[in-house]
């Protein structure tokens, strides 16, 4: 297979990180004889310090016309003192957009060989967690009009809108039921229809839409529960259905609690054209540039990139395998780095996983 992969390395850690996660990729393709063209495009601080914008046009046309889009990282307190219009996050959002990703999956994974990492009780620990966030990627309060900000009588107001048409809602939860099905067949669906209109569409939606998929049992949770039992129990989770603000932050409590935020992936998929891979974690602007950055939740990433964006499931399983060799082989960077393991840095670690493809 030929395919075109664009590489969207970004700030900090991002280029590091992403010349492993490139590494591991192309060594697992040529075991099966494919061969991938790689196209280098700027994006988020990197795209501002040479272009004034942190999503140029050249970038957007550059991921239309690839297979898939494998990003690494965006932002920095280089970049912190901009307006918001300018940030590097907006080149992020902006990429979404463009490429109508409306699908974010976000799997949070206990590996056994990191159990020891996790942030919760051993009690609740030993019951595992194995969920994935299904969160909504183009909608919601992050691209709703009207927003801004003005003075009214004299005192400044800042104000956005959370909005979501019928169509957004269902299209997101049948995304969510079909992955339901390769997995647990469990969907929570997550939102604040106690209290918010957006919510109480949200869930009459998801309702109707499950009607297809009554092999999938769903459940609802307030968003503010949610986050409680996220923590007090989270093998009660497969799948949480959610919206863009409430899915941005139940990811990251998800991903923290593991204990491993540098070990997991993400993937943003369109209704066609090519997917977004990434992995979960920002840029570490604190260690760029040092080789101490994990690069496993990027090569995670390119697995999903495979599986995902290119069905090449045989090679994302080779990739997925050989991390868990290179962990159950005693390797550590610092950031899962445990007594009695082998500390080694982001170049070591990608090149570990490639020689266990
Ligand atoms: C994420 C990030 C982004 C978001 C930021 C960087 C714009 O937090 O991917 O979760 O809020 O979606
Ligand atoms: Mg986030």
């Known amino acids: 297979m030929e395919k075109t992969i664009c590489l969207l390395p970004g700030d900090g850690i991002g280029p590091e990180i992403l010349e492993q996660g490139v590494l591991v990729m192309d060594a697992a393709v040529a075991k099966n004889g494919h061969h ?30 690839s297979d898939a889009v494998f990003l690494a990282a965006v932002g920095g307190p280089k ?16 990429i979404r957009k463009a490429l109508g990703l409306f699908a974010n999956l976000r ?14 009780r051993p009690d609740i620990a030993k019951k595992g967690l194995d969920l994935i966030v299904v969160r909504e990627l183009t909608g919601d309060i992050y691209f709703g ?55 109480r569409l949200w869930k009459e939606v998801v309702c109707e839409v499950h009607k297809d998929f009554a092999d999938v049992e769903l459940s609802h949770l307030y968003v503010d529960n949610a986050a409680m039992q996220l923590v007090r129990d989270p093998s ?43 992995p979960v974690h920002g840029s570490a602007p604190d260690i760029a540039g040092q080789d101490k950055a994990n690069p496993l939740a990027t090569i995670l990433s390119a697995a999903m990139l495979l599986r995902l964006g290119l069905g090449m499931p045989e090679e994302a399983a080779m990739i997925e395998r050989a991390v868990e060799k290179t962990l159950a082989d005693g390797y550590r960077t610092g950031d899962i780095m445990e007594a009695g393991k082998k500390a080694v840095g982001c170049r070591a670690m990608g090149q570990l996983v490639a020689e266990r493809l």
């Open 36 to 65: 991938f063209h790689y196209e280098k495009a700027l994006i988020g601080g990197a795209a501002i310090d040479a272009t004034d914008s942190p999503l140029p046009e050249a970038t957007v046309a550059a991921c239309k016309a």
């Open 236 to 278: 009660q989770f497969d799948v949480i259905l959610t919206g863009n603000i409430f899915g941005d932050i139940l990811s990251d409590e998800a991903s923290v609690i593991t204990g491993s935020l540098g070990m997991l992936p993400s993937a943003s998929m369109g209704a066609e054209g090519p997917g977004l891979f990434e």
């Open 79 to 94: 970049w912190d003192g901009l307006a918001p219009e300018k940030r590097p996050e907006r080149g992020l959002l902006g």
């Open 107 to 120: 799997p949070a994974l206990l590996l056994p060989q990191l159990a020891g990492a996790c942030l919760l």
């Open 145 to 199: 009009e009207p927003r801004g900000l003005e003075t009214r009588n004299g005192s400044r107001v800042g104000f956005n809108t959370m909005i979501y048409s019928e169509e957004e809602i269902a299209r997101i939860a049948r995304v969510a039921f079909t992955t339901a099905r390769q997995r647990r067949h469990k969907v929570c669906s997550v939102e604040k229809s106690n209290v918010l209109e957006t919510s």
